[in-house]
């Protein structure tokens, strides 16, 4: 199995911590493509600059499955999962966020869960995410760092006694059942804080790592119709090659199966200049 593995953001050091975990998460056999966006913020704290991350995320996947996959299923490594949902409809392989890995992780462990995230600005948009999974009432809270960070690479070893007491909170004062430790910056710090805490602790990361695997496992089939089927033929302008070949591809393979099925689909329009 071959996962490929993106960072929506342009940060090379969270990057390193990404693949570190997903390298001690991932299966025997399952190997790791981790690839950073060429464009974008270093971390991402909000819904636009998740916006922007989107479009960089979508640049990769296509790069990938342009001529059909080269990747067996894609991870997307950034809390709030940019571009998602909307990228499972460019591609036949399953795409992953690791927020929704999370949360399913953290739902098959617990009641209530808990998130703690690096920073006060990025909760209004996490508790979108939580609420966009239907899974709002299950939320016990968020709780998250209120100080500047001195850097996006050091977050764990300049607040692991913050992160570690903000999640012994979420648990004795907000009932936590489950805690997320959410955003690839805190990559592997579950590891080291899952035992101080007396509750499961979930990392994206590898929830995300260990989530795709599974899926890809399964080999369900790919979307071809309903709500994550591909993108309609129509004409388009201005998209990068990678982009446009991507897109193509969906869609002759959403034609092709409709005529398997014996049902038809809108010809395409040739793409304008």
């Known amino acids: 199995m071959k996962l490929l593995v993106i960072n929506p953001n342009i940060s090379d050091d969270v990057t390193a911590l990404i693949e570190a975990e997903a390298l001690r998460s991932a299966s025997p056999g399952t190997e790791i493509v981790v690839r950073t966006a060429g464009y974008g913020v270093e971390y991402i704290e909000t819904r636009f600059e998740s916006l922007i991350a989107a479009g960089a995320v979508a640049e990769i996947v296509a790069e990938y499955t342009r ?36 949360l399913c992780a953290a739902a098959l462990q617990g009641h209530r869960f808990s998130i703690i995230a690096i920073s006060d600005r990025i909760r209004p948009w996490y508790q979108d995410c939580v609420e966009r999974f239907g899974l709002g009432g299950r939320l016990a809270s968020i709780r998250s760092i209120n100080e500047a960070l001195n850097g996006i690479a050091s977050v764990q070893q300049d607040f692991k006694a913050t992160l570690l007491a903000l999640s012994q909170q979420a648990v004795t004062e907000d009932g936590a059942d489950v805690v997320i430790l959410a955003g690839a910056p805190l990559a592997g710090l579950a590891r080291e804080l899952r035992g101080q805490i007396g509750v499961p602790v979930v990392d994206g990361i590898s929830a995300g790592i260990r989530m795709a695997e599974a899926v890809v496992g399964l080999d ?54």
Do not use: C, W, Y
């Open 220 to 273: 369900s089939g790919p979307h071809r119709t309903g709500a994550f089927a591909p993108p309609p033929a129509k004409a388009r302008r201005g998209l990068t090659g990678n982009l446009e070949a991507a897109l193509t591809t969906a869609q002759n393979a959403a034609m092709h199966d409709a005529a398997h099925r014996g049902t038809t689909q809108p010809a395409s329009p040739a793409p304008a200049n």
């Open 67 to 102: 001529d059909g996959a080269s990747v067996d299923g894609v991870v997307v490594a950034a809390f709030g999962d940019p571009g998602m949902p909307a990228l499972k409809e460019l591609t036949d392989v399953p795409v992953i966020g690791i927020t929704e890995a999370a």
